[in-house]
């Protein structure tokens, strides 16, 4: 199988935890929050940084308004877009879009990894295509999804959820395939039913895959969706900037994308969250 795309620190390991390690347990935690501490005090230094920069060479002068409009001027749009209906139709179609992409997308993916474990023939017959989809970016098949179902919510939904099942399925076949046998062999001798041995052995050992693998999911899912709305969609926050920007209303433009990195920090606070929960206890 092809390499994986997670993190190597992230494999599993085989060693088991001495007896009385969790009295370190409170200075693991502690470190972890201090990393964390770190990371999201890092990237809001890094914001307010940018932010005090741009407003800064806004008003020196340094560049055009029409390149990029002072960051008080955008909030300022931000704030009165808030209050338009308009906008709020936009996002709850982008919010549907991304959220049914993500869900079905990983769904359809962690299935089709599984599969490919199971029956290895698929996996060494479908990867190199999934591969090849993974390079391209499919926005290029949105005319034809076009002509096959139409200019609306589901055209998009079908690609990002493709989008979002290839790195889900790849990730997810590497990590399985990557499980040491002993563990199998161990849970056959304890005759644990296949159940038993998928959830509670091979799911737990491919974790830090699978979670890569939603990591992958959950960004190409939104950056499907923005992408194909932006090209010939008829609503939605990508279709409000394309349309921005084609009247040449820059402040609101910028307004817009404000909101799409808003709403891609939530994700990656809300897939943090989820990682902590599906790999707890593997990281010391």
């Not at 009385?20 to 347990?25: E, I, K, S, T, V």
Request: with cysteine; charged share 15%.
């Amino acid at each position: 199988m092809s390499t994986s795309f997670a993190a190597t620190d992230d494999l599993p390991t085989e060693s088991m935890p001495p007896h009385g390690a969790d009295r370190d347990a409170p200075r693991r935690a502690r470190r972890r929050f201090g990393r964390s501490a770190y990371s999201v005090g890092s990237t809001i230094g890094l914001l307010a940084l940018f932010t005090a920069f741009a407003e800064l060479g806004s008003a020196a002068g340094w560049w055009n308004d029409h390149v990029l409009p002072a960051p008080s001027v955008i909030f300022a749009a931000l704030g009165e877009l808030l209050t338009e209906p308009q906008f709020w139709i936009d996002a709850q179609r982008t919010g549907v879009e991304v959220a049914v992409s993500i869900v079905f997308g990983s769904l359809l993916g962690f299935a089709a990894g599984l599969l490919f474990w199971k029956v290895p023939l698929l996996g060494r017959v479908f990867e190199p295509y999934l591969v090849s989809f993974y390079a391209v970016p499919l926005v290029l098949f949105y005319p034809v999804m076009i002509v096959l179902v139409g200019i609306n919510a589901m055209s998009v939904i079908i690609l990002a959820t493709i989008m979002a099942a290839i790195p889900m399925a790849l990730n997810t076949a590497v990590g399985l395939n990557q499980m040491p046998a002993v563990y199998l062999k161990l849970a056959r001798s304890l005759k644990a039913s296949p159940r038993q041995m998928l959830f509670a052995i091979a799911i737990p050992a491919a974790g830090p895959y699978i979670v890569a693998g939603l990591r992958l999911a959950v960004v190409y899912a939104l950056i499907g969706t923005i992408a194909m709305e932006f090209t010939t969609a008829q609503a939605g926050l990508g279709y409000r900037i394309r349309y921005l920007y084609e009247i040449f209303d820059n402040i609101q433009m910028f307004a817009y994308i404000a909101v799409v990195l808003v709403l891609s920090c939530l994700l990656t606070v809300a897939l943090a969250a989820v990682e902590r929960v599906l790999l707890r206890g593997r990281n010391a």
